[in-house]
């Protein structure tokens, strides 16, 4: 059964950290471009972070460049994002995403597989 699973939100006061955990089983995740989106309420969703599946090259938006930091373990078949200097515009439920073939980067279209998503609550 394809699945992925993140984990490791929670409440944080602004200028924490909190490192999400995005764990695949199913499938092998170094095989797939690994995006990480988050959703406001009453927002769309939008792109956060990126991971390409063959030379490993990172992307981010504007908004978590210099701040949020995408890594993968591949003997762990996890993906993880490593959020410092958090702010409260950064409250959102994250996921993570899986896609075979990325041709554009943030098209949520484009990703296969989805997580349940979790909270990351910022605010003092």
């Known amino acids: 059964q394809v699945q992925l699973v993140e984990s490791g939100g929670g409440l944080v006061q602004p200028g924490g950290s909190l490192r999400l955990s995005c764990a695949a089983s199913?499938?092998?995740?170094?095989?797939?471009?690994i995006g990480w989106f988050r959703q406001a309420p009453g927002k769309e969703r939008e792109g956060v972070s990126c991971?390409?599946?063959?030379?490993?090259?990172?992307y981010y938006a504007d908004s978590v460049k210099g701040r949020f930091t995408i890594s993968r373990d591949n003997a762990k078949n996890t993906v993880y994002l490593q959020m410092n200097s958090l702010k409260p515009e950064d409250t959102a439920v994250y996921y993570c995403?899986?896609?075979?073939?990325?041709?554009?980067?943030?098209?949520?279209?484009?990703?296969?597989?989805w997580g349940q998503g979790t909270q990351v609550t910022v605010s003092s």
């Open positions: 995403a899986a896609a075979s073939l990325l041709l554009r980067l943030w098209a949520l279209y484009e990703y296969d597989y």
């Open positions: 991971i390409s599946s063959s030379d490993g090259s990172t």
């Open positions: 199913g499938f092998t995740l170094d095989d797939y471009a």
